[in-house]
């Protein structure tokens, strides 16, 4: 019997590798993204949040199975923040509800490499208070500084929303009701949204000194959802809370063998 999946930022890049993964395993699976998908939604509003989550749970009957997570931004605008954490943890927390009629339900969410890198500790604090207003103010007072204060933004979502799953993953409304919640962090993966930063030699130059991947180098989107597809599956009963660096070893070499000093 296939699992209702619901994918989000499903028209492109992972999103629409897992839906085709999905798809070719015998999954009913229905999209939603800004447009182009089953469920055309505004993720980076609270109005287009709740109505695309409506949307999910109508099209599912009333039970979703599996949620994974793929709408982002990549841009150093205050946007960002709304798509990438309130976009994903408000959906999410819609959604629930569905999810606990599932006899397996399961929740993953694409993060990124970058929850490791510099952040802005004031913004990931203002989305973990779950007060957008703040955190998007904080944001454009970044974007306003410079340049370099707005890249902080990209990896403050990912870092909060990864700091989001650990908070909710052993409550009883998500592990209480046996879902387990977990993340992806990818490395570089060859999508439309990072097509300029790998477009030269000297870009991709620029981006591996950032990144490394020792392992295979850059990825696929569809390599991504291969792992997206496990941590959603039956198979998965106790992984839970985790981001789970998909990276060629990128971790390890930034951050070395012993993270638990």
């Not at 989001?164 to 592990?175: F, L, M, T």
């Not at 993340?183 to 993966?189: E, K």
Request: aromatic share 4%.
């Amino acid at each position: 019997m296939s699992r209702k999946y619901i994918v989000t930022g499903a028209a492109s890049g992972i999103g629409a590798a897992t839906v085709a993964l999905l798809k070719e395993r015998g999954e009913t699976v229905f999209g939603v993204d800004i447009h182009g998908t089953d469920i055309n939604a505004d993720l980076s509003t609270k109005e287009g949040r709740l109505d695309g989550a409506a949307k999910s749970i109508e099209l599912c009957g009333g039970r979703i199975d599996a949620v994974i997570a793929c709408a982002g931004l990549a841009h150093p605008i205050a946007k960002t923040v709304s798509v990438n954490f309130f976009g994903v943890s408000e959906y999410l927390t819609e959604i629930l509800p569905a999810l606990t009629k599932s006899l397996a339900p399961r929740v993953v969410i694409t993060s990124s490499m970058a929850s490791l890198m510099p952040n802005s500790p004031e913004l990931v604090d203002a989305m973990l208070a779950l007060d957008e207003a703040k955190a998007v103010a904080i944001a454009q007072s970044l974007v306003d500084k410079s340049d370099r204060a707005a890249g902080l933004i990209y990896g403050s979502t990912k870092r909060a929303i990864c700091r989001w799953i650990r908070q909710q993953a052993i409550k009883p409304e998500w592990a209480g009701a046996g879902i387990a919640l977990n993340a992806v962090g990818p490395g570089i993966v060859e999508t439309p949204m990072v097509a300029d930063m790998i477009a030269t030699e000297e870009s991709r130059t620029a981006i591996d000194a950032m990144v490394p991947m020792p392992l295979n180098h850059y990825l696929k989107p569809r390599q991504v959802a291969y792992l997206l597809v496990w941590l959603t599956s039956e198979e998965n009963t106790h992984t839970t809370g985790q981001t789970i660096y998909i990276d060629g070893g990128a971790d390890v070499a930034i951050r070395g063998d012993d993270i638990w000093r």
